[in-house]
DNA sequence: AGCACGCCGACT
DNA sequence: GTCGGCGTGCTC
């Protein structure tokens, strides 16, 4: 009797392709294994994610598995369950998520490789060979390359058909090998070793706040927590959850935002509760991935600990999901596939009916909100000791610090002490302000900062594209002009240095502190006292390292708002309230803001230490905008090499985005300015909608047969 | 995603 | 006349 296997293949097709199953490979073919089959020209490592006895129903004959990878299945049925409902979740395919979170050396593909014959080495000497397939010929030599490789390397227009051209005259030799695919390592690590208090007593009343979700842990079932409070203690609740999950058999999967902190947390753990801790992340290097991936799927990781990618570690018989610091950013994956790893923990955690726990201090109004409907919100801690916040103006002056500010510098630093200053740098995008009243033009329609296009002397939102030429004058107070403003920090550094000579002032962005040596570098000079004074961008302050200080400045956060964005707010908001951190809490500390609004409610309900008034306006500018969490939005990008080919699809997704998008707002297109790569051309689209319902039924459709890049970003 | 097939402009 | 550009379509 025949078998026939359902098989995902790694490519981003929203289908599957079927295989017959050779009598000798069936007793290892199994759901969840890994299968080399030939599909067109080439050999790929697909997954069975299905087995049947009966032929499915095609005008053509089926291929056959060639090779079965694995005895034991590789994936569980649970954990394919997982990535197909984050697949639709994130509109990717299942496929080529499933296979991408895999270590590459699992992953098998045939390529063909190119080599010169002797023929090829007599024709590239005569007369009659082309430039171009003499340039090849030559860059050849004796070597093989892979025909991928040269056609990065070399950028000689239709190298194909001259590939076959060649190869038909003998000059070239064109072989298919299997062998493990070499995927690019991701950048080095940010390097830091961070001293965490750990604090593990844990109160009487704290133990009850969380007997929810030790119960949760018994009963099963999918139940989301948001444990809200400062880190020593949000740390003990963890140990106690992680242990209790241990206690009944259970795996724990931890997330943690930075790579960087969790090598001492789970040395911590390991000591501590004497718990094998896997750490799991995408900068180990092939052979550490390999192994962590081994010892996950052999059951030896009770505790399995990383960053993001993280979440998509193989674990069997998981009992609880950790999330600490859940309104971290670098929880977003923004390259493809696109992923929030808060929100897949939580699809997750409903796939596995097991308790989801988010930890933060200060919340996303994202969680909060999906929690509170949810599950359960659990606050604790008073807030721990606050350092005084002082808010100083620096409207309609000209001067880069505000005296208040160079007041104090002068102060602490005749105290001896050490200063951190952070430039919240534009340099994303470009905006424009009033000199005089401070408006900032905003658009009409989404209520984001327009952007300023210099070229064409124009604003434009980021969103829906609505343009307005540059006023002469400003249109809120009518006296005065719109000009371009934020200090970077060269300029910030300049002015300290001329203010106080002697002192050393030193600068934190990329241009100084750009590789992970200088960075050490740097922060090794401030800990040693051989700097006064550290002007450092956000980079700095990702930085969790630092020895605290007494005194730091954060100039001018506002700049923050102009993102064309609208987690703006939330983040700006985020950003001060991660920079306590770096302030000693032993001591009596002061944290002075500079900013042209004091008013502001992010920056004056920071201040003032009132972070549910800020999170009720936060919710109430998302509801009132359809911003999620009150509503869906999701951001289309389509991206090609040639302005044309972008303008077609974008055509085209426009006319059926007007054809049939009931209940679904839809903006756009407006270009991308701010395109990293350069030459490429970038068209965004977004779509809002009250919920998921609409844009599930309408999505797919609309991106089936769009064959340019494309990445879809879903918020909230 | 690859990779081949197939149809129109500038050149050995 | 061919070469070689890239649109289009298919892969079990």
């Given at each position: 009797?025949?078998?026939?296997?359902?098989?995902?293949?790694?490519?981003p097709?929203n289908?599957?392709?079927?295989?017959?199953?050779?009598?000798?490979?069936?007793?290892a073919?199994?759901?969840?294994?890994?299968?080399?089959?030939?599909?067109?020209?080439?050999?790929?490592?697909?997954?069975?994610?299905?087995?049947?006895?009966e032929?499915?129903?095609?005008?053509?004959d089926?291929?056959?598995?060639?090779?079965?990878?694995?005895?034991?299945?590789?994936?569980?049925?649970?954990y394919?369950?997982?990535?197909?409902?984050?697949?639709?979740?994130?509109?990717?395919?299942?496929?080529?998520?499933?296979?991408?979170?895999?270590?590459?050396?699992?992953i098998?593909?045939?390529?063909?490789?190119?080599?010169?014959?002797?023929?090829?080495?007599?024709?590239?000497?005569?007369?009659?060979?082309?430039?171009?397939?003499?340039?090849?010929?030559?860059f050849?030599?004796?070597?093989?390359?892979?025909?991928?490789?040269?056609?990065?390397?070399?950028?000689?227009?239709?190298?194909?058909?001259?590939i076959?051209?060649?190869?038909?005259?003998?000059?070239?030799?064109?072989?298919?090998?299997?062998?493990?695919?070499?995927?690019?390592?991701?950048?080095?690590?940010?390097?830091?070793?961070?001293?965490?208090?750990?604090?593990?007593?844990?109160?009487?009343?704290?133990?009850?706040?969380i007997?929810?979700?030790?119960?949760?842990?018994?009963?099963?079932?999918f139940q989301?927590?948001?444990?809200?409070?400062?880190?020593?203690?949000?740390?003990?609740?963890?140990?106690?959850?992680?242990q209790?999950?241990?206690?009944?058999?259970?795996?724990?999967?931890?997330?943690?935002p930075?790579?960087?902190?969790?090598?001492?947390?789970?040395?911590?753990?390991?000591?501590?509760i004497?718990?094998?801790?896997?750490?799991?992340?995408?900068?180990m290097?092939?052979?550490?991935?390999?192994?962590?991936?081994?010892?996950?799927?052999?059951?030896?990781?009770?505790?399995?600990?990383?960053p993001?990618?993280?979440?998509?570690?193989?674990?069997?018989?998981?009992?609880?999901?950790?999330?600490?610091?859940?309104?971290?950013?670098?929880?977003m994956?923004?390259?493809n596939?696109?992923?929030?790893?808060?929100?897949?923990?939580?699809?997750?955690?409903?796939?596995?009916?097991?308790?989801?726990?988010?930890?933060?201090?200060?919340?996303?109004?994202?969680?909060?909100?999906?929690?509170?409907?949810?599950?359960?919100?659990?606050?604790?801690?008073?807030?721990?000791?606050?350092?005084?916040?002082?808010?100083?103006?620096?409207?309609?002056?000209?001067?880069i610090?505000?005296?208040?500010?160079?007041?104090?510098?002068?102060?602490?630093?005749?105290?001896?002490?050490?200063?951190?200053?952070?430039?919240?740098?534009?340099?994303?995008?470009?905006?424009?302000?009033?000199?005089?009243?401070g408006?900032?033009?905003?658009?009409?329609?989404?209520?984001?900062?327009?952007?300023?296009?210099?070229?064409?002397?124009?604003?434009?939102?980021?969103?829906?594209?609505?343009?307005?030429?540059?006023?002469?004058?400003?249109?809120?107070?009518?006296?005065?002009?719109?000009?371009?403003?934020?200090?970077?920090?060269?300029?910030?550094?300049?002015?300290?240095?001329?203010?106080?000579?002697?002192?050393?002032?030193?600068?934190?962005?990329?241009?100084?502190?750009?590789?992970?040596?200088?960075?050490?570098?740097?922060?090794?000079?401030?800990?040693?006292?051989?700097?006064?004074?550290?002007?450092g961008?956000?980079?700095?302050?990702?930085?969790?390292?630092?020895?605290p200080?007494?005194?730091?400045?954060?100039?001018?956060?506002?700049?923050?708002?102009?993102?064309?964005?609208?987690?703006?707010?939330?983040?700006?908001?985020?950003?001060?309230?991660?920079?306590?951190?770096?302030?000693?809490?032993?001591?009596k500390?002061?944290?002075?803001?500079?900013?042209?609004f004091?008013?502001?409610?992010?920056?004056?309900?920071?201040?003032?230490?009132?972070?549910?008034?800020?999170?009720?306006?936060?919710?109430?500018?998302?509801?009132?905008?359809?911003?999620?969490?009150?509503?869906?939005?999701?951001?289309?990008?389509?991206?090609?090499?040639?302005?044309?080919?972008?303008?077609?699809?974008?055509?085209?997704?426009?006319?059926?985005?007007?054809?049939?998008?009931?209940?679904?707002?839809?903006?756009?297109?407006?270009?991308?300015?701010?395109?990293?790569?350069?030459?490429?051309?970038?068209?965004?689209?977004?779509?809002?909608?009250?919920?998921?319902?609409?844009?599930?039924?309408?999505?797919?459709?609309?991106?089936?047969?769009?064959?340019?890049r494309?990445?879809?970003?879903?918020h909230?």
């Open positions: 009797m025949t078998v026939y296997a359902e098989i995902l293949l790694p490519l097709l289908r599957t392709f079927y295989y017959t199953v050779p009598p000798d490979l069936a007793p073919a199994v759901v969840g294994a890994r299968a080399l089959v030939p599909f067109h020209r080439r050999r790929l490592t697909g997954i069975i994610i299905g087995l049947k006895d032929e499915p129903t095609f005008d053509f089926l291929k056959g598995i060639e090779r079965i990878l694995d005895e034991k299945p590789f994936f569980s049925v649970s394919l369950a997982f990535t197909k409902a984050a697949s639709r979740y994130y509109f990717s395919a299942w496929g080529e998520l499933l296979l991408s979170a895999l270590p590459a050396s699992f098998f593909e045939s390529r063909t490789r190119v080599r010169r014959t002797e023929r090829g080495a007599e024709y590239a000497a005569s007369d009659s060979a082309g430039p171009r397939e003499k340039d090849l010929l030559l050849l030599g004796e070597k093989t390359y892979s025909s991928t490789y040269l056609k990065r390397t070399l950028k000689i227009s239709g190298l194909v058909s001259i076959n051209r060649l190869e038909k005259k003998g000059c070239l030799e064109v072989l298919t090998e299997v062998g493990k695919v070499k995927r690019r390592r991701t950048a080095a690590p940010s390097p830091s070793s961070l001293q965490m208090e750990m604090d593990y007593s844990l109160d009487e009343g704290l133990l009850q706040s007997r929810p979700i030790v119960d949760s842990l018994s009963a099963g079932g989301p927590y948001l444990l809200r409070g400062p880190a020593a203690e949000r740390e003990g609740i963890y140990r106690v959850l992680i209790e999950a241990r206690r009944r058999n259970k795996n724990v999967l931890f997330l943690s930075e790579i960087a902190a969790t090598e001492p947390w789970r040395e911590a753990l390991e000591k501590k004497g718990l094998t801790v896997v750490p799991f992340h995408s900068r290097t092939e052979k550490e991935r390999e192994l962590s991936w081994r010892s996950i799927r052999r059951g030896e990781a009770p505790v399995v600990f990383g993001r990618s993280a979440l998509f570690a193989p674990l069997d018989n998981l009992g609880l999901i950790v999330v600490d610091e859940e309104a971290d950013e670098s929880y994956q923004w390259e596939p696109v992923f929030d790893a808060r929100r897949g923990a939580w699809i997750r955690g409903q796939v596995e009916r097991i308790p989801v726990v988010y930890g933060a201090h200060v919340p996303t109004v994202e969680t909060l909100a999906l929690v509170e409907e949810e599950g359960r919100v659990i606050s604790f801690g008073s807030g721990g000791v606050r350092p005084s916040v002082q808010v100083v103006s620096s409207r309609s002056r000209k001067e610090l505000a005296r208040p500010l160079i007041t104090a510098v002068r102060r602490f630093l005749e105290q001896g002490e050490h200063i951190l200053i952070f430039v919240g740098k534009r340099g994303f995008a470009s905006y424009l302000i009033c000199s005089a009243c408006f900032v033009p905003r658009c009409p329609k989404c209520r984001i900062s327009l952007t300023y296009h210099k070229g064409i002397r124009r604003l434009v939102c980021h969103y829906c594209n609505i343009q307005q030429p540059q006023p002469d004058r400003c249109p809120s107070c009518g006296k005065g002009d719109l000009r371009g403003r934020g200090a970077g920090t060269e300029v910030v550094e300049e002015e300290l240095k001329r203010l106080f000579p002697g002192r050393t002032v030193e600068r934190f962005d990329s241009d100084t502190a750009g590789t992970s040596g200088k960075q050490k570098t740097l922060i090794r000079h401030f800990e040693r006292g051989k700097i006064d004074i550290l002007v961008t956000r980079l700095l302050a990702h930085q969790v390292n630092l020895a200080v007494t005194f730091l400045a954060v100039l001018n956060p506002e700049v923050m708002l102009t993102l064309p964005d609208f987690q703006a707010g939330q983040r700006a908001f985020l950003y001060l309230s991660r920079l306590i951190r770096f302030l000693d809490g032993e001591k500390s002061l944290y002075m803001i500079q900013s042209d004091p008013e502001l409610p992010v920056i004056d309900r920071f201040a003032a230490g009132d972070t549910e008034t800020y999170l009720a306006g936060e919710r109430e500018f998302r509801e009132l905008m359809g911003y999620p969490p009150s509503g869906q939005m999701i951001e289309l990008l389509l991206s090609g090499d040639t302005p044309r080919s972008v303008s077609a699809a974008s055509r085209l997704v426009l006319s059926r985005l007007k054809a049939e998008t009931e209940g679904v707002e839809v903006l756009g297109p407006s270009f991308v300015s701010r395109a990293r790569i350069a030459g490429l051309h970038k068209v965004q689209f977004v779509l809002k909608a009250p919920d998921r319902q609409e844009i599930d039924t309408v999505l797919p459709g609309i991106l089936e047969g769009i064959s340019i494309k990445k879809v970003i879903v909230g």
